[in-house]
């Protein structure tokens, strides 16, 4: 039957110039190259310093837009999911559609969902695109967690990075089955029952700040596998497809050793897993268009190849898509 897709005609991504090495970390707190590599697979991460998280979403977003070959004009919604805006208010996503120079009257807002957010903006842009409501969505996960980093607790501040990623997604005409183009399926969940796991220790109404994020390192590992590979069975499901079939996964990039366990529970070969932890850390909403972006403009993902998302994050949130691109 036919139906309505979201095809990905663009992609994008930035990451700010400076880099923090796993040695530069262990001139700043109690750790070494050696723990971190071993326990979370990160090498480096990237750290904003004149630039805010507007600008590192612009530059995916611009990126994404050239490549899709469209005007600014014919955007109809720009989606910024992210934990770390410019403002409070009002939502970063009108700066960037702003700089992008979508016409005025363009719906723009910003998703909290932490490392989720990306799937979520995902979700809300492609359901619109489904019911006919726009045709063409700019999408972006944009953080800057260095912000909002405790700089002096080495539990923390050696997992995060900055960072952005984009896509352009545009409403094509399916025949419905498992072989079309475009998003496949999206299925979003939350267990509102573990807000304290991992979060900041302050907000806006509640302690004027935007606090420093705090974790149950091991109660967010234990819960993250068992989720990211649910929300990927799930995904393939809907999507009417074999995640056997798949030619890759890919898993927001939180901990080599979490990502490993992903693969493994969904009987998945290592080469079908996509990691780029080790250049960025965990980027938060950025990790998982960053990735794709990066992983595109490579040659690793092509054009036609069948792509499971998964991410889990803060709230606890996570949920997962299928594309084919
Ligand atoms: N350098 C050296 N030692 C450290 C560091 C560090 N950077 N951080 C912690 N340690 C110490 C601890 O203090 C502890 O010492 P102790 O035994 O003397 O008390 C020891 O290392 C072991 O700590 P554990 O917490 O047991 O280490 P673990 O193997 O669980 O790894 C980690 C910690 C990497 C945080 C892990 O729990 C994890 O990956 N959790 C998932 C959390 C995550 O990825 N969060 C990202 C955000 S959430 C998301 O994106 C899904």
Not at 78 to 94: E, Q
Not at 95 to 122: E, H, N, Q, R
Not at 132 to 154: F, N, P, Y
Request: aromatic share 6%.
């Amino acid at each position: 039957m036919k139906c309505i897709r979201s095809e990905i005609i663009g992609h994008g991504h930035y990451t700010p110039k400076k880099v923090l090495t796993n040695d530069d970390m262990a001139k700043m707190v109690e750790t070494s190259d050696e723990w971190i590599t071993t326990r979370t697979g990160i090498k480096a991460r990237s750290i904003v310093e004149d630039e805010f998280t507007s600008d590192l979403a612009y530059n995916a977003a611009k990126m994404a837009v050239d490549k899709a070959g469209i005007e600014p004009s014919e955007i109809d919604l720009v989606i910024l999911a992210s934990i770390t805006p410019d403002n409070t208010t009002p939502s970063t996503a009108l700066k960037v559609a702003a700089k992008l120079g979508v016409k005025t009257g363009t719906p723009a807002f910003d998703i909290s969902a932490a490392c989720s957010g990306f799937v979520y903006a995902l979700t809300m842009a492609d359901n619109m695109i489904q019911m006919g409501q726009i045709k063409t969505a700019v999408v972006i996960g944009a953080e800057s967690l260095s912000k909002i980093t405790d700089w002096t607790d080495r539990n923390t501040c050696v997992l995060f990075g900055d960072g952005a990623g984009a896509v352009v997604i545009r409403a094509k005409e399916g025949d419905g089955s498992n072989q079309d183009v475009g998003v496949l399926s999206t299925k979003i969940y939350a267990d509102c029952y573990h807000y304290d796991s991992l979060k900041t220790d302050g907000g806006v109404s509640s302690t004027k700040t935007t606090g420093f994020i705090e974790m149950d390192g091991k109660e967010v590992f234990k819960y993250a596998i068992g989720s990211l590979a649910q929300a990927a069975e799930e995904a393939a499901r809907l999507a009417n497809i074999n995640i056997q079939d798949i030619d890759w996964l890919l898993p927001h990039q939180a901990n080599i050793r979490i990502i490993e366990g992903v693969g493994k529970k969904l009987e998945l070969p290592e080469e079908k897993v996509i990691v780029n932890i080790a250049q960025h850390g965990n980027t938060s909403a950025a990790s998982i268009p960053l990735a794709l972006s990066e992983k595109i403009e490579d040659g690793t993902i092509k054009k036609g190849d069948l792509i499971v998302l998964t991410a889990m994050g803060a709230g606890f949130t996570w949920g997962g898509a299928v594309v084919r691109l």
